[in-house]
């Protein structure tokens, strides 16, 4: 006969499984989560406008999939490899993380890459820019989405030899992002017939860009790459302008976003080369998007907002289609589905992880040419996905050459 | 063309008076720190958000009421230097007295507070202060164009530094206020106000940050963080001064814009970190600074 004690323990474990089970059936949820820049330099860039983003693509969604809640969770890695790289090791193992997206700046998103690895947690590159994330340091979960420092060298590099600057210096960021950056630059400048004259590397957040730029100029270039970005990019040009640097040589943007453009204002911008991966004034699809965001954050969106809203309802219908959060179904159903949204049409990832879509030569346009609030760019030329990213380059073990 | 160590003489030459713009500002804020150290003891960590927000100050004034330049130059300084009056009254001045520890705990807090808020409000991208339409112009030096604006920064920031020297060690009210370090009980039994001229001290020291922030507009993005990093090298430029010498803090400020100008020349990666090598051999050699008595 079983003892009452006996009993009462097994009565208890019996309630006990039956509530877990219960709560499973109501739905773990699926979580996405979001490690960027929230309060630095690059937090305008993506930031607080890319939460949002991401929110907008979870509602547009309905909020579930395969029946369960979606929750969004988001970090401030404050450029910090090792906080980044940590909160994603947390989220993994506590909080059963289903999908990272990560925000600004190459460094942190290199030492996140690896985590994505260990943990087997689908990864998708928004604001990052160092094309290493699909070469060298690739992983099978990672995914660059919206551009790569690869495209921005082929697109604004091109523009400005096919306009005639065959002669570059270069001013760059001295970290993992501006290295790339010039190199990449260099290839496309040198493949066209160019030359590269020279590069001074400037601390990052210098509070004084006028010494570099001499030292540019006394190179005899003909054209100032500017291999950096957000506050770097904004106050460089700003001091070209004022040193007269800009009129002997011509700056070209290898990376510049809307919220730069807007705070240097067009006085000083016109002109300006650039590439992006998406601009709010494209087409209607674009607008209407801007239009949603706009009425939130009150400013308009960049190519990384964009790209925040269009990875996240990307992976959720990869999951949807794969029936499964299995961070490699979900990964081989990402690979293998076309994208097609306000963001990209046609867009689709290749083996290495580059999300390959069309890209936009842009020209900065004068106070003149501007007609509204925000209308600051006239396209020059759009770049099929292929001829922006290149072909693979084999140093990422998953696309053998 | 002549050169020197396999430099042309015009780059250099170009170099160091960039040297002098950027030492112009580093003279204006450690000055302003040496002024409140050397006279109340506080380590101010709040300074560089003082000098972010004076130009904001500026900013603001221009597109909401229109103040321009040269009035900005006047008002933002003053406005700052009130805000910085209330915050000795209301919570400095509990903390005397106390290990230097708490002054620096606050003013670091205040300095996080205010870089957050500005940071909420405004954005992190920063916006455009115009230069100044009478100062648009470049000046040609023969070895390169500098930018009017530039070389008056230079005028603008000596002036200002050798007048506030001039007015601590040469006048009878500077004497006050270095006899009220001396012996504040004394003197107040002369009938002085001490605590008010505490007060106007650290309100006079913010004040300069914050016209150096009102001079910086013009030349730099205005946003939340421009005065983070700035801070930190002039607190090396006081180290090197000699914390709390007047003097000290005006000649080092300058001449250490100079030797990074320089550097900026020689080894551009190494430019940000060359006032701190400089710190680090003053604190073995000479640990009380250049001009520090010991």
């Given at each position: ?27 773990e949820?699926?979580?996405i ?150 190199n990449?630059?260099a ?91 998406w ?13 949603r ?74 106070p003149?040419?501007?007609?509204y ?29 | ?20 713009v ?11 720190l ?55 009254r ?40 115009p ?5 648009a ?57 001490v ?74 990666e ?25």
């Amino acid at each position: 006969m079983i003892s009452s004690r006996r009993m009462l323990a097994l009565l208890m474990a019996a309630v006990l499984s039956a509530s877990a089970y219960l709560a499973h059936a109501a739905g773990e949820p699926v979580v996405i989560g979001d490690i960027d820049d929230m309060s630095g330099v690059y937090a305008d860039v993506e930031g607080a406008g890319g939460v949002e983003a991401i929110n907008m693509a979870v509602s547009d969604f309905g909020g579930t999939v395969l029946g369960r809640r979606i929750s969004v969770l988001t970090a401030d890695h404050q450029n910090k490899p090792d906080i980044g790289a940590s909160k994603f090791r947390e989220w993994a193992d506590q909080q059963g993380l289903n999908l990272l997206l990560g925000g600004s700046n190459t460094g942190v998103n290199i030492a996140m890459a690896k985590v994505a690895a260990a943990k087997k947690v689908p990864f998708i590159v928004i604001g990052a820019g160092g094309a290493s994330l699909t070469n060298e340091d690739c992983t099978a979960y990672s995914v660059h989405y919206v551009y790569d420092t690869t495209a921005l060298a082929n697109g604004t590099a091109t523009a400005m030899i096919n306009a005639g600057g065959k002669s570059w210096f270069y001013l760059t960021a001295d970290y993992a992002f501006g290295t790339q950056l010039q190199n990449a630059a260099a290839k496309v400048v040198e493949t066209h017939g160019g030359k590269s004259l020279g590069a001074v590397r400037v601390p990052l957040g210098a509070a004084d860009f006028s010494s570099f730029l001499l030292q540019a100029q006394a190179s005899g270039a003909q054209v100032l790459g500017l291999a950096n970005a957000g506050t770097d990019f904004s106050n460089s040009l700003k001091a070209a302008n004022e040193f007269g640097i800009t009129r002997t040589m011509k700056p070209a943007a290898l990376l510049a976003f809307l919220t730069d453009i807007h705070s240097l204002g067009l006085k000083t911008a016109q002109g300006l080369y650039l590439t992006t991966g998406w601009y709010w004034d494209l087409n209607d699809e674009t607008r209407a998007f801007a239009r949603r965001f706009f009425a939130k954050m009150n400013r308009q969106p960049t190519m990384d907002h964009a790209g925040a809203y269009s990875a996240t309802l990307s992976w959720l219908k990869a999951v949807k289609a794969a029936g499964t959060t299995d961070a490699d179904k979900v990964m081989a159903q990402l690979k293998k589905d076309k994208i097609n949204d306000m963001f990209t049409h046609g867009g689709y990832v290749r083996a290495d992880g580059a999300m390959i879509h069309d890209m936009y030569v842009m020209q900065v346009k004068t106070p003149q040419e501007s007609k509204y609030a925000w209308d600051y760019y006239k396209l020059i030329r759009k770049m099929s996905g292929e001829e922006a990213f290149g072909p693979v380059t084999g140093l990422c073990a998953l696309a053998p050459k | 063309m002549s050169t020197l160590f396999g430099i042309p003489v015009p780059v250099i030459l170009g170099q160091l008076t960039l040297g002098l713009v950027n030492g112009s500002f580093y003279a204006l804020l450690s000055l302003g720190l040496a002024v409140i150290f050397g006279l109340m003891g506080v380590v101010n960590f709040a300074h560089g958000a003082f000098y972010t927000l004076g130009a904001f100050a500026a900013l603001l004034g221009l597109q909401y009421l229109g103040i321009n330049y040269w009035l900005a130059l006047l008002l933002a300084p003053l406005a700052v230097g009130a805000l910085g009056v209330l915050v000795e009254r209301l919570l400095l001045r509990h903390l005397y007295g106390l290990d230097p520890l708490y002054g620096l705990l606050l003013t670091f807090g205040l300095a996080l507070i205010v870089e957050g808020s500005l940071h909420q409000v405004f954005g992190a991208s920063g916006q455009s202060y115009p230069v100044p339409e009478s100062l648009a112009g470049t000046l040609d030096l023969r070895f390169m164009f500098l930018p009017l604006y530039r070389a008056w920064v230079i005028l603008a920031s000596v002036v200002t530094c050798f007048s506030t020297w001039f007015v601590i060690e040469r006048t009878p009210l500077g004497a006050t206020l270095r006899a009220a370090t001396e012996n504040a009980p004394l003197l107040q039994a002369f009938g002085v106000n001490v605590p008010l001229l505490v007060a106007a001290t650290y309100g006079g020291g913010v004040a300069l940050a914050a016209l150096a922030g009102v001079l910086a507009s013009p030349i730099v993005l205005v946003n939340s963080h421009m005065g983070t990093e700035l801070v930190i090298v002039v607190f090396a430029v006081v180290v090197i001064g000699g914390m709390g010498s007047i003097l000290g803090s005006i000649v080092s400020g300058l001449v250490l814009g100079l030797v990074e100008g320089f550097t900026k020349v020689i080894y551009p990666e190494a430019s940000n970190i060359v006032v701190f090598v400089i710190m680090a051999l003053v604190l073995i050699l000479r640990p009380a600074g250049l001009f520090g008595r010991e």
